[in-house]
């Protein structure tokens, strides 16, 4: 059974500019660039589900 700490391995494709961008503030940021990303997608999962984000989570369908 997963606990909370479970982590998996993922493999994702990045523009080079964007890698490049990510691997400078983590070094500001004194963290690894994974650190970094799980930190930011975190951060914008919680923003989303508080309707904070750009893009807001599709409504709920009502009971009618």
């Known amino acids: ?3 909370k700490d479970s982590k ?3 493999t994702v494709r990045l523009e080079e ?3 490049n961008e990510l691997t400078r503030i983590a070094k500001e940021e004194v963290r690894s660039v ?3 990303i799980e930190y930011a997608l975190t951060r ?3 923003e989303y589900e508080q309707g904070q984000c750009f893009h807001t ?3 709920k369908p009502s009971s009618q």
């Open 34 to 36: 994974n650190n970094l």
């Open 57 to 59: 989570p599709p409504s």
């Open 1 to 3: 059974m997963p606990t």
């Open 8 to 10: 998996i391995t993922s």
């Open 17 to 19: 500019t964007i890698h």
């Open 44 to 46: 914008f999962i919680r």
